[in-house]
C-alpha cells in the first residue's frame, strides 16, 4: 500500500483541492494529481491515486 500525505485546500462547500502530496519517502508527488480538480472528499482522492498508480493507497492529510 502506498502512503501519502496530502495538504489539501477545502473550499466552502466541503470539497478540496490538493496543495500538495507527498508519498512515504518524503518525495513530492503533487504531479500525480490534476491541480485543478475538485474532491469530494478524501475517499475520491484516495480512489483517483489508486487508478492512477495502480496499487492501493491510503492519504493523511497533513
Known amino acids: ?20 502530496l507527498t508519498d512515504e519517502n518524503g518525495n513530492d508527488a503533487t504531479w500525480v494529481v490534476d491541480p485543478g480538480r475538485r474532491y469530494a472528499d478524501p475517499a475520491e482522492l484516495e480512489a483517483a491515486l489508486a487508478a492512477e498508480l495502480g496499487a492501493a493507497v491510503a492519504i493523511e492529510e497533513a
Open 1 to 20: 500500500m502506498r502512503r501519502f500525505t496530502a495538504e489539501l485546500d477545502w473550499d466552502e462547500t466541503g470539497g478540496f483541492t490538493v496543495l500538495r
